[in-house]
Structures are given as structure tokens and as C-alpha cells.
């Protein structure tokens, strides 16, 4: 069996990285969206992207995953905290896959000067929660009923993880 290699991601993945996280779009709540984007989301995904930190999964030539790390605020004021965006498909889940990549994002954070990471995250999606608490990420907001999907509201749990103290 080939081995997982986390690499960054290139244009050429394109297609996976959308097919990804249209699937999160469609089956449950850690994608926001109710409707698929379209493949200009890659695009999006590299222009919100901090310092080019956006990582792909691969196991032999398929993507698994993909993550990146992009600015809390495009102001110098918050220059040392970054958001993570990472989905794992679920296939591919609980093999610690999710853990080397959030080091991965992590280590490049800490390399900018990054204090803190941020992650957003729907009350509705618990597999997430968990996961970060497990990584040392503590509840810091929450703000009630702002989102819906699928005819259900839900909170969005801010988290947030010390990398290093200035």
C-alpha cells in the first residue's frame, strides 16, 4: 500500500480539491455552503490562502485531503493569528492524517510569527470539535443560531491554540 505524502498543492488539483469539499458541502455541516461550488473555488482557496500554505493529502495520485492557513484579519494588527481550513474525506479519517497536517500548518505558521491558530467550526459538526479539543484547541466564542443548513440552525464555535508566546 502507498504511503501518504502531504505536498503542496499545485494547479493540477484543481478538481480534487473542489471534489472534496463539495462533498462536505452535501453531506453534513463542516463545509458551510448547501450548494456545490464550482471549480473557480480552487482559486478562491490559493487567493485566501497565507504566505502559498495550502497542502494537499495524496495517496497514489488521490487526494484524501487538503488544508490551509490563511489571515484572521488582513490588517498587520493581527499579523500572529492565522484560520486553518482543513478537510479530511471520510475514508481517509482517523489514521492521524489530521494531525500531521495541522503540524504541518502549524509549524509554517510558527515560521511567520504566528501565535495563535484559529478555527471556526459549525455546533452541528461534533467529529471536528472533538478533533480540535484532542489537539489542544479550547473554546474561545461562540456566536448562537447564525448559520442554517439543510433546515437546521447552528452556532459557530470559534477555537483557538497557543503555537508560541511573543
Given at each position: 500500500?502507498?504511503?501518504?505524502?502531504?505536498?503542496?498543492?499545485?494547479?493540477?488539483?484543481?478538481?480534487?480539491?473542489?471534489?472534496?469539499?463539495?462533498?462536505?458541502?452535501?453531506?453534513?455541516?463542516?463545509?458551510?455552503?448547501?450548494r456545490?461550488?464550482?471549480?473557480?473555488?480552487?482559486?478562491?482557496?490559493?487567493?485566501?490562502?497565507?504566505?502559498?500554505?495550502?497542502?494537499?493529502?495524496?495517496?497514489?495520485?488521490?487526494?484524501?485531503?487538503?488544508?490551509?492557513?490563511?489571515?484572521?484579519?488582513?490588517s498587520?494588527a493581527?499579523?500572529?493569528?492565522?484560520?486553518?481550513t482543513?478537510?479530511?474525506?471520510?475514508?481517509?479519517?482517523?489514521?492521524?492524517?489530521?494531525?500531521?497536517?495541522?503540524?504541518?500548518?502549524?509549524?509554517?505558521?510558527?515560521?511567520?510569527?504566528?501565535?495563535?491558530?484559529?478555527?471556526?467550526?459549525?455546533?452541528?459538526?461534533?467529529?471536528?470539535?472533538?478533533?480540535?479539543?484532542?489537539?489542544?484547541?479550547?473554546?474561545?466564542?461562540?456566536?448562537?443560531?447564525?448559520?442554517?443548513?439543510?433546515?437546521?440552525?447552528?452556532?459557530?464555535?470559534?477555537?483557538?491554540?497557543?503555537?508560541?508566546?511573543?
Open positions: 500500500m502507498q504511503e501518504y505524502v502531504i505536498r503542496k498543492a499545485m494547479d493540477g488539483d484543481r478538481e480534487q480539491v473542489v471534489d472534496i469539499f463539495n462533498h462536505f458541502v452535501q453531506n453534513g455541516f463542516a463545509a458551510y455552503p448547501e456545490k461550488a464550482d471549480y473557480q473555488l480552487f482559486d478562491f482557496l490559493k487567493g485566501i490562502c497565507r504566505e502559498g500554505i495550502f497542502y494537499v493529502i495524496e495517496r497514489g495520485g488521490k487526494l484524501a485531503g487538503f488544508g490551509l492557513l490563511r489571515h484572521h484579519q488582513r498587520d493581527f499579523n500572529r493569528s492565522s484560520e486553518l482543513y478537510f479530511i474525506l471520510p475514508e481517509h479519517q482517523r489514521m492521524g492524517l489530521g494531525t500531521r497536517l495541522l503540524k504541518v500548518l502549524a509549524a509554517d505558521a510558527a515560521g511567520l510569527g504566528v501565535e495563535t491558530l484559529l478555527a471556526n467550526i459549525s455546533s452541528l459538526n461534533e467529529q471536528s470539535l472533538k478533533f480540535h479539543r484532542k489537539q489542544g484547541f479550547k473554546e474561545c466564542g461562540r456566536f448562537v443560531r447564525v448559520g442554517s443548513k439543510f433546515g437546521r440552525d447552528f452556532n459557530v464555535i470559534w477555537m483557538q491554540k497557543f503555537i508560541s508566546r511573543g
